[in-house]
């Protein structure tokens, strides 16, 4: 089994900044993608970015430039460096684990971008 605990959402006016962490219950090394994914109101939920178990990452094209993914191994710990946020990217962001072949959520947290 895998536990991924997500913290550091909140409400940020627009042009802010924040950053998410997603700890996992186990090494990040043993899964073969980690990513972020977001879920607006009435929508359906999206890859937002994500990062390979050798390093390389990908990014929705909506927060290309914007955020960062980024992983601390010791800590077994991704996050997601938010810049320039814009009201479009309120939503629940869910950290999500690949392991074996299976996929685990974190329980989410809630970034409000609002003035």
């Known amino acids: 089994q895998v536990q991924l605990v997500e913290s550091g959402g909140g409400l940020v006016q627009p042009g802010g900044s924040l950053r998410l962490s997603c700890t996992a219950s186990?090494?990040?090394?043993?899964?073969?993608?980690m990513g972020w994914y977001r879920q607006a109101p009435g929508k359906q939920r999206e890859l937002v970015a994500g990062?390979?178990?050798?390093?390389?990452?990908n990014y929705a094209d909506a927060v290309k430039g914007r955020f960062t993914i980024s992983r601390e191994n010791v800590k077994n710990t991704v996050y997601l460096q938010m810049n320039s946020l814009k009201p479009e990217d309120t939503a629940v962001y869910y950290c999500?684990?690949?392991?074996?072949?299976?996929?685990?959520w974190g329980q989410g947290t809630q970034v409000t971008v609002s003035s």
């Open positions: 999500n684990a690949d392991y074996r072949g299976f996929n685990f």
């Open positions: 186990r090494s990040i090394f043993s899964f073969n993608v």
């Open positions: 990062i390979a178990r050798d390093g390389n990452t």
